[in-house]
C-alpha cells in the first residue's frame, strides 16, 4: 500500500487535505494525524473493519480497546448509556483538550472499537486539524497512537511514517505534538472517578475539579502477576527503544554522581546514553546526552520524551540511564512512561 503524505499547517488548514483524508476515513481506510498529545492512527470508529485495520497495522493486541475522537461536544451522548455529573464537570473545565473519559458504552460503538469492553474511551480533541478531519468524516474516529505496538508513542509525522508507512493510507503532518504525553484517561463510570493513566491534565487538576480521585495502582507502580489494570493497555511493554533503560532518581548531586559512575561500569563495547535535563546536561562523561527539557519547564520534558527514546535507536545506544523525576503534577505522567520504558528498572539514591 502506497501511504500518501501531507503537510498542513494548522494556522491555515488546507481545506483539500482534510477532505481527501475524510473520504479515507468514510470508506473504510486509515489516516494518521495530529493532536496535541501524540498523533493518533484514525479510522471510522463505528465501523468494526476500520478497527480490526488498525490493530493490524499497529501490530496492536485487540483486548486493547481504541478511544473514539469527537470534535463536538453534541456527538458524546449516542456513544454512551449515560453521562454522569462528574464528566460534565471535567468536559466544561478541560474539553476541547488531553483527557479521555471512560462511559459506559452504547450498542452503537462495535466491540472490536471497545476491545470487548461495555465501556467506551472518548476524548474531544483541541488540535485545529484533528478537529477538522472529525467533522468532515462525520463519525467519531477511533484512534490510539501512531506507532507500532511496543515502541514510543509518535510525537512528530516522521515518527509515523518509520513505523507505519506503507501499512496505512494517509499521513497528515502538522508538525510536533503541543503536549507529547498521550491524555490522561479517567473512569467516571463510578461514584469516585479513577485515574487510569495519566497525562498532561494533571491529579492535581482533576482533583481541583471533583475532590476525590482514586489512582488506579498501574499509574505508578508494576502489577503483580495476575493483577489487571483497568485500562487494559497499561499491562502491556510500552515506549520501549531497543536498549535497556535504568531510572537514577534522588537528589540531584548524587544522581548525576550515581550515573556517571553507573556509566563507568559498563561493558566499554557497549554505548551509553543519558537521558538529562538542560540544568544537568555538561555533568556526564563519556556518553551521549539526550536533553529532553528543563526541568523548571517539565511540559518540555513531556514534549521531548518519545523523541529523545526514538533517538535512542537511531543512535544505536546499547544502554541508558535516565534522570528520574518527582512524581507530582506532569511528573506522574512523565514518570509513569518512563518506567514502563525502564520496565520499572530504578535506582533511587
Ligand atoms: P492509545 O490510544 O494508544 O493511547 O491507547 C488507548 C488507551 O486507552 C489504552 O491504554 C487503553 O487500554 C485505554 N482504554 C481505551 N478504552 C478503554 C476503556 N473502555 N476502559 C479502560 N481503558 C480504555
Ligand atoms: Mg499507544
Known amino acids: ?46 465501523n468494526p473493519n476500520a478497527a480490526k485495520k488498525i490493530y493490524s497495522a499497529k501490530g496492536r493486541p485487540s483486548d486493547n480497546p481504541l478511544i473514539l475522537h469527537i470534535s463536538d461536544i453534541g456527538q458524546l451522548s449516542p456513544l454512551v448509556r449515560e453521562i454522569p455529573e462528574n464528566a460534565l464537570k471535567l468536559a466544561k473545565e478541560f474539553w476541547p483538550g488531553p483527557l479521555t473519559m471512560i462511559f459506559k458504552k452504547s450498542d452503537i460503538v462495535p466491540n472490536e472499537t471497545s476491545g470487548g469492553l461495555d465501556t467506551v474511551a472518548v476524548r474531544f480533541p483541541v488540535n485545529k486539524v484533528a478537529q477538522a478531519l472529525i ?73 481541583s475539579v471533583l475532590g ?53 561500569q559498563t561493558d566499554k563495547g557497549l554505548k551509553v546514553g543519558v537521558i538529562a535535563t538542560e540544568e544537568n546536561k555538561e555533568r556526564y562523561i563519556n556518553c551521549e546526552v539526550l536533553v529532553a527539557g528543563s ?27 535516565a534522570e528520574g523525576l518527582c512524581e507530582d503534577e506532569l511528573g506522574l505522567a512523565i514518570m509513569n512512561r518512563l518506567k514502563k520504558a525502564a520496565g520499572y528498572c530504578i535506582i533511587e539514591v
Open 1 to 46: 500500500m502506497k501511504t500518501h503524505i501531507f503537510k498542513v499547517d494548522i494556522n491555515n488548514i488546507d481545506n483539500n487535505v482534510i477532505v481527501k483524508a475524510a473520504e479515507i476515513i468514510k470508506s473504510g481506510g486509515l489516516v494518521a494525524f495530529p493532536t496535541e498529545t501524540v498523533y493518533g492512527l484514525g479510522g471510522d470508529g463505528l
Open 135 to 207: 467533522t468532515a468524516s462525520g463519525t467519531p474516529i477511533a484512534a490510539p497512537s501512531a506507532n507500532t505496538s511496543g515502541r514510543p508513542s509518535p510525537t512528530r509525522a516522521s515518527h509515523v511514517e518509520y513505523d507505519l508507512n506503507g501499512k496505512i493510507d494517509m499521513i497528515i503532518d502538522g508538525g510536533a505534538c503541543k503536549f507529547g504525553l498521550e491524555s490522561t484517561i479517567i473512569d467516571v463510570t463510578g461514584n469516585i472517578p479513577c485515574l487510569l493513566r495519566p497525562g498532561s491534565i494533571t491529579l492535581e487538576m482533576l482533583r
Open 212 to 264: 476525590e480521585v482514586n489512582v488506579d495502582k498501574a499509574v505508578v507502580s508494576k502489577l503483580d502477576k495476575g493483577e489487571l489494570p483497568k485500562a487494559p493497555g497499561m499491562k502491556y511493554k510500552h515506549y520501549s527503544p531497543s536498549a535497556d533503560v535504568v531510572i537514577v532518581r534522588g537528589d540531584r548531586n548524587k544522581m548525576v554522581d550515581k550515573i556517571n559512575e553507573l556509566i563507568s
Open 295 to 321: 526541568i523548571k519547564e517539565p511540559e518540555t520534558i513531556a514534549a521531548n520524551l518519545f523523541k529523545m527514546l526514538r533517538k535512542c535507536d537511531h543512535h544505536h545506544i546499547d544502554r541508558v540511564f
